[in-house]
């Protein structure tokens, strides 16, 4: 089910491809999804949930997978990457796109007022709690502190944001 509110703006270049599974893709209002942004219900039963006033930047890619929950008045660069799952690769007798997914590490929450820079990937378990900003080109796969800044490295916030 896809549920776009009618005050949102979503590019007729974007690409939302609505679940077979039954879950929900949700984008609030006042929201701007910009061209070739693309939308893929896959590797899981999670839903995609957008707030109000978020801004997603050209490029940006969103598997479903576990789920994301996307807060109000968050701004995303260009080229994100949202992946809420991971492949099972354990079994050296079989191929990896044969064994399915890992169990859920919560899927990805973002949090109100947060920006993140162009070039992120965000993996299964990140959390953004409110006023974070993500430096472009990093990757995020767990918890950052409200109002700190990340750079880069793996789960290491560089200080409060002023």
């Known amino acids: ?3 776009i509110h009618p005050s949102a703006k979503v590019s007729h270049l974007a690409d939302i491809e609505d679940s077979v ?3 929900r893709i949700v984008i609030g209002a006042h929201s701007v999804i910009d061209s070739f942004v693309k939308v893929k219900p896959a ?3 999670g839903d995609l949930v957008v707030g109000e ?3 997603i930047n050209a490029g940006c890619v969103f598997y479903t ?11 995303i660069a260009a080229n994100c990457t949202f992946a809420p799952v991971n492949h ?24 109100d007022d947060v920006w993140i820079g162009a070039n992120c990937v965000l993996l299964d378990g990140a959390v953004l709690r409110q006023g ?11 918890e950052l502190r409200a109002y700190t800044v990340y750079a880069g490295h793996p789960l290491r916030a560089v200080g409060a944001r002023t």
């Open 21 to 23: 599974r039954g879950t």
């Open 65 to 75: 997978g576990n789920g994301i929950r996307m807060g109000n008045h968050v701004a």
């Open 132 to 142: 974070c900003v993500v430096g472009a080109g990093s990757v995020v796969r767990g």
């Open 43 to 45: 590797g899981g039963v």
């Open 53 to 55: 006033h978020v801004v």
């Open 88 to 111: 099972a690769y354990a079994e050296r007798d079989r191929l990896i796109r044969e064994q399915g997914f890992q169990p859920s590490k919560g899927g990805i929450t973002i949090e």
């Open 1 to 3: 089910m896809i549920d």
